[in-house]
């Protein structure tokens, strides 16, 4: 291994040291010369070059003095000091003054006439030095250079506008025939032009001329200039998908597929015909084609099992392919797959269980990993066996991935924790990084907290884990979960010695942190413990670090109180909403000298239960070992090929708390204040399409005794501006004809301009009484407003306008809006522990399938699913299990049977268990 001198560190080229000012005085010196020196002056431009390219900054006067010397250098024609001029004006152009007198210069250079090597880069750099005001200057030279038959002119011309829609988007746009033209053009290297000057720069007549990247840079552009246009962009996907053997770029028909799934994601009606276009892809020529069309199908949102199967069946073909990289993709994207739909990977389980053996262990880890996730409960202790193996062969980015393969699977399987944890444990005691000891660490919190039956023996290996731990953050966090946990164990004693052991030999930190969780111990029901805690905590009170002795000396105070008191400090029930508090103290700290002068307020986050805490992370953990589903999203301002993706709706995160979400903004509103603590909120629905004129999303809040209906309204019409604009919000009535919800107050929009977004707030009182507890109903909404068109000479709206209504769908309050998802580890005792019992049959005709039907009875109650059960195993019957708790803070578990045939759908037996009865027949009526 070497090692790099310090005085070295400041060096450049040729390992001089290099001063700022001895470069600029030696460029202004050398550019200024006469005769030019070609070769002295490419040394200067490099030395410049890296300077720039290293962070450093010349003065406004200098860059410009720089940047003026510079442009003598254009009286040589030597190639590559024209190269390295271009290069080098490109960056000083943001920071020199005056810039545009040099245009004359570059442009003599872009003329058709010109040497072909000369003109990309004076075209790239012309793009840099105009602004708005000129633009219009060169777009006849840029609309030619665009269609020229040199690819590396046609691609300078086209990255250069990428550039330039900053500047100028609409001059742009009017390029966008010339651009549509290229992306089908099949250029290639004509050897007559790069027989001369361009060979010495290895552009060859055949290597170049094979990769149309030319199309691909055309069609990234295109898409910028149509992004805004939903109709142009299907009709250029499917023109271009039509074109055929036009296309020969892979990588433009990689962005082209992008294009596509994000096509699908937006509009729904379009699925079916652009489905057709993925299909053929998958048997292109190129193999990052087939790739990326079985990644998107698979990634699409809903997609069925017939969808699904001919992507598998391409990806399973490449498993066995002797090329690492082919076998590398397919199974990291079956793996992915197999998070959320394993079933249907089953088909590969064969090929896969060969690669468990692969020289490649990047490719073993994935394959064991997936093995691990479509593999059933017997398949469970074999793999695990397997994996012990070859987990010291793998780097530690990898024992992490199937380190978290293992933490899913504990979760979906708790009966086999046993095996697990014993695995964990040994992995723990291996060598190995922060990060993988965290993630084994994090794995084993899960089993803790989520199997019930592992708490033991984990928190035992957890004990013996901090006796020897080099890692002070996770030795806390340790020290926080046996404070938290071992209090409520069988033996809680056994932990107070591992606990003090800290606090004698480690540093300050992880003192602190032991004394806290020493402290907790203080409220178990037994004398003789509170008594040894209290001789230990007393010890502390002579530790050198304060902040050590502060903890110990309140703990002692706290344990000479009443146990309510001491409880609620050292153990609360109720914990602050993560989410709600981060975004507060966000607000705090970047609120400025008024924000800071007064304390933060705490009563401003809401709280939640422990329960409710646990379901939160409970999702966030699924979420975690989920894909990213969707159709990619490809940001208008970044590059076209170029994006991330968006999240689909799975069972894992039916339950999110948006509680949590809008607490703080309507906690706010004045008018809302007096109804209290907001109890629950659903997720945003969509009341009208997406492409009409005004697109509303409608939310519901539910308080004590108030329902509050939440509109959010989009004007999407340029050239209106719409005025006092409310929702008229109409509840059914009641089987006995009175209206159980009465309207107290809406609270409208005063002005909504064009392409905006308003809220509007409608409050109702909700039906009092223990017997409308669980009231629903149906409220038929109309958007009523005042429109007014804007003048087009003054931009201003009319002063006259006129009275409109617009209908849109209804809202229901339903089963669902009166269950909160939270998670219980033992499902069986808490079914056993309830009494009230109801149970009823239901046929689903129009669900294809097990995963579906899992997928709607969640989303229909509004239940949290336990023990991994919302993904299905077989593809004829399954099991589901479900918990929640009501609003006012009662049990209910459900028990779903399904089975499924192609001829009947899914015919599933719902039973429902609760502490009342009413909500056991609510939750059975809850499918209908």
């Keep these: 291994m070497s090692y790099k001198k310090n005085e070295d560190l400041d060096s450049g080229p040729g390992g001089a040291v290099m001063d700022k000012m001895t470069v600029f005085q ?161 250029k290639v290297f004509p050897q007559a032009a790069y027989g001369g000057a361009a060979g010495g720069l290895g552009i060859g007549p055949a290597g170049p001329a094979s990769s149309f990247m030319t199309q691909y840079h055309a069609l990234g552009l295109l898409y910028q200039l149509r992004s805004h246009d939903r109709m142009a962009l299907i009709k250029m996907i499917q023109q271009l998908a039509n074109a055929g053997s036009a296309m020969k770029s892979p990588a433009a028909v990689v962005m082209l597929i992008r294009f596509v799934a994000r096509a699908i994601d937006e509009d729904r009606n379009m699925r079916r015909p652009l489905y057709t276009l993925l299909e053929g892809w998958l048997k292109h020529k190129s193999d990052m084609v087939n790739f990326e069309a079985a990644k998107t199908i698979l990634e699409m949102r809903d997609s069925t099992d017939a969808e699904a199967s001919p992507a598998i069946n391409v990806l399973q073909l490449f498993l066995s392919s002797p090329r690492f990289v082919s076998r590398f993709s397919a199974i990291r994207i079956l793996n992915r797959f197999a998070m959320i739909r394993p079933q249907n990977v089953n088909v590969c389980n064969i090929d896969i269980e060969a690669l468990i053996n692969d020289p490649n262990r990047s490719i073993a880890t994935y394959a064991i990993t997936t093995l691990l996730k479509t593999g059933n409960e017997a398949s469970v202790d074999r793999l695990m066996k397997q994996i012990t193996g070859f987990m010291n062969d793998i780097s530690d980015e990898f024992k992490i991935i199937v380190v978290d393969a293992i933490r899913s699977l504990c979760l979906k399987f708790p009966s086999k924790q046993a095996s697990m944890l014993s695995f964990l444990s040994g992995v723990l005691r291996d060598e190995g990084g922060y990060e993988f000891k965290r993630a084994v660490i994090e794995a084993m919190f899960d089993l803790i907290k989520f199997v019930p039956d592992s708490k033991e023996d984990a928190l035992s290996y957890l004990c013996e884990f901090i006796e020897d731990c080099e890692f002070t953050k996770l030795a806390v966090r340790i020290l926080h979960l046996l404070g938290e946990e071992g209090p409520s164990t069988a033996h809680p004693t056994k932990y107070i010695r591992y606990i003090y052991n800290r606090v004698v030999l480690e540093n300050a930190i992880v003192r602190a942190a032991a004394v806290t969780a020493l402290s907790k111990f203080s409220l178990i029901d037994d004398a003789s413990v509170q008594e040894s805690v209290k001789v230990l905590l007393t010890r502390c009170l002579d530790d050198p670090d304060d902040e050590v002795r502060d903890r110990a000396a309140m703990a002692l105070r706290l344990s000479a109180t009443e146990k309510p008191i001491a409880k609620e400090y050292l153990s609360p029930e109720s914990v602050p ?111 009208t399409e997406s492409e ?237």
């Design 26 to 186: 030696d460029c202004i010196a050398g550019f200024n010369a006469s005769p030019i020196q070609p070769r002295k002056c490419r040394v200067l431009l490099t030395k410049l070059t890296y300077l720039l390219s290293t962070g450093d900054t010349f003065a406004r006067d200098e860059s410009t003095r720089l940047f003026f010397s510079i442009t003598k250098l254009f009286q040589h024609k030597d190639i590559a000091l024209r190269q390295m001029v271009y290069l080098v004006i490109k960056e000083l152009a943001t920071s020199a003054d005056d810039v545009i007198m040099v245009t004359s210069s570059i442009m003599k250079d872009t003329t058709v006439g010109s040497d072909v090597v000369y003109r990309p880069n004076a075209i790239r750099t012309l793009a840099r030095i105009i602004d708005a005001s000129t633009i219009q200057a060169i777009e006849r030279l840029i609309k030619t250079a665009i269609v020229d038959k040199h690819p590396i002119v046609s691609s300078a011309a086209l990255i250069s506008s990428y550039h330039l829609l900053p500047v100028s988007r609409e001059v742009v746009r009017r390029w966008a025939n010339e651009t549509q033209d290229t992306v089908l053009a099949q």
């Design 577 to 687: 909403s993560l989410g709600a508090l981060e975004q507060q103290l966000i607000l705090y700290v970047t609120g400025g000298p008024d924000a800071a002068s007064i304390a933060f307020d705490i009563s401003s986050v809401p709280f939640i239960s422990k329960d409710q805490a646990d379901a939160d992370q409970f999702r966030a953990k699924t979420m975690a070992t989920l894909p990213i589903l969707g159709g990619t999203s490809l940001d208008s301002g970044s590059g076209a090929g170029s994006g991330g993706v968006s999240p689909s709706k799975t069972p894992a995160n039916i339950g999110e708390d948006y509680a949590q979400k809008y607490a703080t903004s309507l906690a706010k509103i004045p008018e809302l204040q007096a109804f209290g603590a907001l109890i629950r909120s659903s997720r945003p629905v969509q009341l």
């Design 692 to 928: 009409t004129e005004y697109v509303i999303t409608g939310i519901k809040h539910l308080y004590k005794e108030h329902l509050v209906l939440q509109f959010d309204v989009q004007n999407t019409l340029p050239d209106t501006v719409l005025e006092d604009v409310s929702v008229i919000a109409n509840p059914s009535t009641a089987d006995d004809g009175t209206e159980p919800f009465v309207e107290e107050f809406i609270i409208a929009i005063p002005r909504l301009t064009q392409e905006s977004t308003g809220t509007i707030y409608v409050a109702f009182t909700r039906p009092s009484g223990e017997e409308h507890a669980y009231t629903g109903g149906v409220f038929s909404n109309i958007l009523r407003f005042t429109s007014k068109e804007i003048d087009p000479t003054t931009g201003e709206p009319e002063e006259e306008g006129y009275e409109d209504e617009y209908q849109v769908e209804d809202i229901e309050i339903g089963v669902a809006d009166f269950l909160v998802p939270t998670y219980v580890g033992n499902f069986q005792h808490m079914w056993d522990q309830l009494s009230f019992e109801t149970s009823e049959t239901y046929n689903l005709a129009g669900v294809g399938s097990l995963s579906e039907a899992c997928s709607s009875v969640i989303d229909s109650l509004s239940m949290q699913p336990l023990e991994g059960s919302e993904t299905p195993l077989q593809n004829a019957t399954h099991v589901l299990k479900l918990f929640a708790r009501t609003l006012q803070g009662g049990k209910v578990v459900a028990l779903v049977r399904m089975a499924y045939s192609a001829k009947t759908g899914v015919t599933l037996k719902i039973s429902a268990r609760a502490e009342d009865e009413r909500v056991a027949h609510m939750v059975v009526g809850g499918i209908a």
